[in-house]
């Protein structure tokens, strides 16, 4: 089992940054592919970016240029830097992992979820 808990979320004009945290316990990561899903209301889920373990990246369209995800396997920990942040991108912001094969993008993909933080960017 792996337990995700996330942090950095909270309130920020819009231009600005957050950089969001998902400590992993319970067994390492190295081997898995972390992601980051987020959710605004009335919306899907949606993958926002991933980072397999041999650091192969996906970002969805509207964050590319201006989020960077990263791992430190060391210290079984994932992040998300987001910058340039917009309104659109207010939503609660999901942890994930799949210990199991490489880059994916469907929800159902991934075994492993934190119980999310949230992301409001004013205008």
């Known amino acids: 089992q792996v337990q995700l808990v996330e942090s950095g979320g909270g309130l920020v004009q819009a231009g600005g940054s957050l950089r969001l945290s998902c400590a992993a316990s319970g067994r390492t990561v190295s081997s898995s592919t972390m992601g980051w899903f987020r959710q605004a209301p009335g919306k899907e889920r949606v993958l926002v970016a991933a980072?397999?373990?041999?650091?192969?990246?996906y970002y969805e369209a509207s964050v590319k240029g201006r989020f960077t995800i990263s791992r430190d396997s060391a210290q079984n920990t994932c992040y998300l830097q987001m910058d340039s942040l917009k309104p659109e991108d207010t939503a609660v912001y999901y942890c994930?992992?799949?210990?199991?094969?490489?880059?994916?993008?469907?929800?159902?993909?991934?075994?492993?979820w934190g119980q999310g933080t949230q992301v409001t960017v004013s205008s």
């Open positions: 994930t992992a799949r210990t199991r094969g490489g880059l994916a993008s469907v929800s159902s993909d991934y075994s492993y």
């Open positions: 980072i397999s373990w041999n650091e192969n990246r």
